[in-house]
C-alpha cells in the first residue's frame, strides 16, 4: 500500500495470512450456500486517511467482512453479515485479531 514502510507492509500480510486460510473456506461455504453468489476480496486505504490498510471481503457488492489492521496491538475482523461471527469466533482463535460485530455509526 501507498505511503506505508516496509516493516508495515510485512506485519500486514503477515496480519492478513493469519486469518485468511480460515476466513476464505467459510467465506466460500457462505456466499455459495446461503447467497448463492460468488465473493470477492480487495485491499483498500482507510477511508479516514489515516493511512491505515484494510482487506474487505463482500458477497454480491455487499460487504460482510472488513479486516482493520493495528500496526500496534491487535487489528480487528469487523463482522457485517452476522451469521458468520460464530463460524469465524470457532475458526480464528488468535490473540492477534479481535472478532467484533458492525455497529451503525450515529
Known amino acids: 500500500m501507498a505511503g506505508s514502510s516496509p516493516g508495515t507492509a510485512w506485519r500486514f500480510q503477515r496480519a492478513v495470512g493469519r486469518i485468511e486460510p480460515a476466513v476464505t473456506a467459510i467465506l466460500a ?3 455459495v450456500s446461503y447467497w448463492q453468489r460468488g465473493w470477492s476480496r480487495r485491499e483498500v486505504a482507510d477511508p479516514t486517511g489515516t493511512g491505515g490498510q484494510r482487506v474487505v471481503w463482500t458477497i454480491d457488492g455487499e460487504v460482510v467482512l472488513e479486516f482493520r489492521f493495528a500496526a500496534r496491538g491487535p487489528s480487528s475482523l469487523v463482522v457485517h453479515d452476522f451469521s458468520l461471527f460464530d463460524p469465524l469466533r470457532k475458526a480464528i482463535r488468535t490473540r492477534h485479531v479481535l472478532l467484533r ?5 450515529p
Not at 101 to 105: D, G, I, K, N, V
Request: charged share 25%; hydrophobic share 50%.
Open 29 to 31: 461455504e457462505h456466499a
Open 101 to 105: 460485530f458492525a455497529t451503525a455509526r
